[in-house]
């Protein structure tokens, strides 16, 4: 049966370590943005983030902004951090991260979607049929309420 479960979860995407991706040959990550690389409220990214970035990057891990945010915010956000996005990315509609993927030939073996939310980031992911890999929520409570009320029910569908 189709599971929403992720193939691996962890608290923040600095847990995924080169060596992390290395050994699960891992070469290209598709970034949700907003409460996965940033807090909701803030625009610049997490402590630690920018130089996790930096590391990945220079060992020849690929990267690409996949978010459902507006176009114009997530631009900044792109610029300031300078890997290029997709946005909004209609996520969990597979078809922004299926355009990434052919854009930069990216292999469905070696990519995985990140992300903090289940229905969108990792049904997505698994749509798209790619590894996927869910993070703890970084300033959810800054969040509107329609995104509030849905963190419960994924904390139902984790558990099944
Ligand atoms: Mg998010």
Do not use: H
Not at 41 to 48: C, G, K, Q, R, V
Not at 71 to 90: D, H, K, L
Request: a positive charge; one cysteine or more; glycine letters at 6%.
């Amino acid at each position: 049966m189709f599971s929403l479960k992720p193939d691996i979860e962890v608290s923040g995407v600095i847990d995924l370590t080169i060596e992390r991706l290395d050994s699960i040959g891992i070469k290209a990550l598709l970034l949700d943005v907003d409460c996965t690389l940033k807090r909701y409220n803030s625009s610049e990214p997490l402590p630690d983030v920018i130089d996790w970035l930096t590391q990945l990057r220079s060992a020849g891990i690929s990267l690409y902004l996949v978010s459902n945010g507006g176009g114009v915010r997530i631009r900044q956000f792109s610029e300031s951090v300078q890997i290029p996005f997709v946005a909004p990315a209609m996520k969990p509609l597979p078809f922004a991260i299926c355009r990434v993927m052919r854009l930069m030939n990216y292999d469905k073996k070696s990519t995985a979607m990140v992300g903090d939310q289940l229905f969108t980031d990792i049904l997505a992911g698994k749509l798209a049929g790619i590894l996927t890999v869910l993070v703890n929520p970084n300033g959810a409570n800054e969040e509107p309420w329609f995104a509030r009320i849905k963190r419960p029910l994924e904390k139902l569908f984790v558990k099944r």
